[in-house]
């Protein structure tokens, strides 16, 4: 039998599934089972797959992944590619030529806003 966490965040969530592949398949159909006949919502097709830990997965602007750390297997958390990819068009949109009448104080003050979220 299979053992599952489930991590959620609003109406986003994660199940964590230590089994075999149709075990976790299993487990994926049942959840999409009581998100539409119980609950009434249509699970997203483009962000519901299964994969292993150690390939990673993104979540929330997160890339999780488990990797090796002193003879150990640990759980790595860092910003995705495409939340690090978005945060950087906001940031070159703000310092274009037309932001160089700004105080630096001024801009650093908007900059700094896009950078905390």
Same mark, same amino acid.
């Given at each position: 039998?299979?053992?599952?966490?489930?991590? #959620? $965040?609003? &109406?986003?969530?994660?199940?964590?599934?230590?089994?075999?592949?149709? %075990?976790?398949? /299993? !487990? +994926?159909?049942? /959840?999409?089972?009581? =998100?539409?006949?119980?609950?009434?919502?249509?699970? @997203?097709?483009? %962000?519901?797959?299964?994969?292993?830990? &150690?390939?990673?997965?993104?979540?929330?602007?997160?890339?999780?992944? #488990?990797?090796?750390? +002193?003879?150990?297997? !640990? /759980?790595?958390? $860092?910003?995705?590619?495409?939340? !690090?990819? /978005?945060?950087?068009?906001?940031?070159?949109?703000?310092?274009?030529?037309?932001?160089? &009448?700004?105080?630096?104080?001024?801009? =650093?003050?908007? !900059?700094? @806003?896009?950078?905390?979220?």
């Amino acid at each position: 039998m299979a053992t599952y966490r489930l991590i #959620r $965040y609003a &109406d986003d969530f994660v199940i964590l599934v230590r089994g075999a592949r149709e %075990q976790t398949e /299993a !487990v +994926r159909d049942e /959840a999409s089972r009581v =998100l539409r006949d119980e609950l009434e919502m249509e699970p @997203s097709e483009e %962000q519901t797959f299964v994969t292993h830990v &150690d390939e990673g997965f993104d979540f929330l602007g997160h890339r999780i992944r #488990r990797g090796a750390w +002193r003879k150990s297997k !640990v /759980a790595f958390t $860092y910003s995705s590619k495409r939340s !690090v990819e /978005a945060i950087k068009y906001k940031v070159k949109n703000l310092t274009t030529r037309a932001t160089t &009448d700004l105080s630096l104080k001024t801009l =650093l003050l908007r !900059v700094n @806003s896009v950078l905390r979220g």
